[in-house]
């Protein structure tokens, strides 16, 4: 399989923090989005922004964006599947997701997941975590699913499509449907995947960095 391209997801609505564009929020002195794209360009073949509205907000990080092509806010698998769309285009086989407000994921997450889609027929894998016994979101594995950091195969967008049309939501019902995997990454220290959905989460990120 060819190397896989990347999809950054930033098309939510962002409610806990107010409103507006979660990926613009500063951090460190840089964008939160320029974190997110510092750690994913150099793992993957392209790289694109899958965010609504107008895309001029965007125009200084040089990326193409990737609006919804399903309407009504249908999460993040909305995203993915214009995601999916763009990778189509652009001749890949597979894409990579990313969520625009997880600045700490790892830098080592395309290859595990790759790793872990071997003899697949349709590459289509998850990041996972490690749960304990309070977590209620677990896979049947016992571990916690990041449904926004995955691997997907383009081969399976308009089964996709269909799905979200017919009211599917949630992502790990679509990803169960077809085989799909789990890497683990270790959560030991720091949660990799830990997403600022507040204020409080912000300044919490600021302290890690």
């Known amino acids: 399989m060819r190397q896989p391209v990347g999809i950054i997801l930033a098309g939510g609505q ?12 500063d951090l460190g002195g840089a964008p939160l989005l320029s974190h997110v794209i510092d750690r994913l360009a150099p793992q993957v073949a392209g790289l694109a922004l899958n965010a609504n509205g ?32 763009w990778a189509a285009e652009q001749g890949a086989d597979a894409l990579i997701s990313v969520a625009a407000d997880t600045p700490f994921f790892p830098c080592d997450l395309v290859p595990q997941l790759l790793l872990a889609s071997e003899g697949q027929a349709h590459p289509l894998v998850l990041a996972a975590t490690k749960g304990d016994a309070q977590t209620k979101s677990k896979s049947r594995s016992g571990l916690i ?53 507040t204020p409080e989460d912000l300044a919490h990120a600021q302290a890690l960095l």
Do not use: Y
């Not at 962002?14 to 929020?25: C, H, S």
């Not at 990803?175 to 830990?194: C, K, Q, Y």
């Open 54 to 85: 107008d895309p001029a907000r965007f125009a200084d990080f040089g990326l193409p964006i990737v609006p919804d092509s399903l309407q009504g806010f249908l999460g993040p698998l909305a995203g993915v599947l214009a995601g999916l769309d």
């Open 145 to 197: 699913r990041h449904p926004t950091f995955g691997l997907w195969p383009v081969a399976l967008r308009d089964d996709l499509r269909d799905a979200l049309r017919d009211g599917l939501k949630k992502v790990v019902l679509w990803t169960d449907r077809h085989g799909g995997r789990e890497a683990l990454f270790p959560s030991d220290r720091l949660d990799p995947f830990f997403n600022v959905n």
């Open 14 to 25: 962002a409610t806990r923090m107010g409103g507006g564009d979660k990926a613009l929020l």
